[in-house]
């Protein structure tokens, strides 16, 4: 058998204690399969104290993240520090440059950097791999790389955010409001005690910005997705689009509109006869929409340390089998930005949801600033009075361009009968 391949690991939080414990359990599968051992050389954290439920003794300890960058007696190294940049960047960029290859969970380092670092291990002839940084243990990158290669992709999107789906699926599960469900998922460690990444999008937004440059070939511009989370989504809102035959679910979607780029992560009002509609609790998943393939759906876990370990290893298995292939679709020095589409000619049916002080003339002022924008209004409900003596009025739009949409809402923000911000959420169509 050819020799062990040597990988460090840095980072021994719960996936990198689930890659020890993955690479220990099934060591003689893997060596049968990729044709050598994996070797675990060196391991580094930041406390070498802390107990972590696991035996580390056998495995040389690392302080200096320098040392494991720049030893040759390490073939790959395991990047589980986290973070865009600091350490985990220093590691990744350093490891490549001395040839060594990188595997990453780290979406954020990705979504920000991963050109650079693809250049940079292109050249150097090192591999840099990041399956288990979307969609933890699915194989979408896998999928959309090589599976759908010989496709022209028209859109991928999905669910990416195992804690906002959680969270929207017990709300409709108990038609409980936002904040309990939330409380609930921190205690039960489905969501972090600062759930902002995940609330607010931006963890799926790293996820999207990563497989829209898989399926289009672009340089990846998460500066340019189109970010909104699911703070604002009421009991109330969940039970409206069921009455209209939909579920909410946070998608990101990503799709080329008339050569642009156009990318989002906002939640949608998903059709209940699509398969989305059907994802519950922190389950991810992604559908992909090829010329030839037609509509592929990658579903599964999206986080855990033993779904995140198997992508992990599942990289590293593909190192030691001596994979040589390229980082993103494409060769890194061809990548290019593409240019981004504008949301506000995209047309579609949109929903929207007031809270109104409940007095006359409140109805007509809002149907008047929808007919004001040319907004043609298909279905509205009014609710009974909340706590503090207000209604809701939700409605489903007609066909529309978001930017009418948008001009309908701007002309009622002086409004002094609708309170706060109203909620857009778009519905999922076939040609969204
Ligand atoms: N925090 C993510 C989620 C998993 O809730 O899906 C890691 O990206």
């Given amino acids: 058998m050819t020799a062990p391949l040597r990988v460090a690991l840095a980072g021994l939080g719960t996936v990198g204690t689930g890659v020890v414990q993955l690479i220990r359990q099934n060591g003689d599968l893997i060596a049968e399969r990729a044709g050598r051992r994996i070797e675990i ?97 699915i194989p979408v990158i896998k999928g959309l790389k090589e599976g759908a290669a010989a496709n022209e992709i028209a859109r991928v999107y999905g669910i990416l955010n195992g804690t906002c789906n959680y969270i929207l699926t017990t709300m409709e599960k108990h038609g409980s409001d936002f904040e309990e469900v939330l409380k609930e998922a921190q205690n039960l460690g489905f969501a972090e005690a600062d759930p902002s990444f995940d609330i607010d999008g931006v963890d799926a937004a790293h996820k999207l910005a990563i497989l829209a440059s898989l399926s289009f070939g672009n340089a990846i511009d998460f500066g340019g997705v189109d970010t909104s989370g699911i703070r604002d989504i009421m009991a109330a809102d969940i039970s409206q689009a069921k009455a209209l035959g939909y579920r909410i679910r946070l998608l990101g979607m990503a799709r080329i509109d008339d050569g642009k780029l156009f990318q989002r992560v906002n939640p949608y009002l998903v059709p209940e006869n699509h398969p989305l509609a059907h994802i519950e609790g922190s389950t991810n998943a992604v559908v992909a929409e090829g010329n030839f393939s037609g509509r592929l759906m990658f579903q599964g876990a999206g986080a855990g340390d033993g779904p995140t370990a198997s992508a992990v290893v599942a990289d590293i298995i593909d190192i030691a089998r001596g994979d040589n292939g390229t980082v993103f679709a494409s060769p890194a020095n061809q990548m290019v930005a593409i240019d981004r589409a504008e949301s506000g000619n995209r047309k579609g049916k949109s929903y929207i949801r007031f809270v109104v002080a ?51 809402l701007a002309s009622l923000s002086s409004s002094t009968s609708v309170t706060g911000e109203p909620m857009i959420m778009h519905l999922l169509s076939d040609d969204d």
């Avoid at 030893?71 to 865009?84: F, L, R, W």
């Avoid at 290859?101 to 991963?114: L, Y």
């Avoid at 003339?361 to 409900?381: K, N």
């Fill in 41 to 137: 050389s060196a391991v580094s954290a930041r406390d070498r104290n802390r107990d972590r439920g696991i035996d580390l003794s056998e495995f040389s300890w690392v302080d200096d993240l320098e040392q494991l960058a720049s030893n040759n007696n390490t073939d790959c190294v395991i990047e589980m520090i986290g973070g865009s940049d600091g350490p985990a960047l220093d590691l990744a960029r350093k490891s490549l440059a001395n040839g060594q290859s990188v595997v990453t969970a780290n979406k954020a380092m990705i979504a920000h950097h991963g050109l650079e670092l693809a250049k940079l291990a292109e050249t150097s002839g090192s591999l840099l791999k990041y399956e288990a940084a979307v969609a933890g243990g």
């Fill in 358 to 408: 409940d007095k006359p003339g409140v109805l007509a002022e809002i149907t008047a600033a929808m007919r004001d924008a040319d907004v043609s209004i298909e279905s509205l409900i009014q609710t009974e009075k909340t706590d503090e003596g207000n209604v809701l009025i939700s409605m489903v739009t007609h066909d529309a361009t978001e930017g009418d949409v948008t001009k309908s």
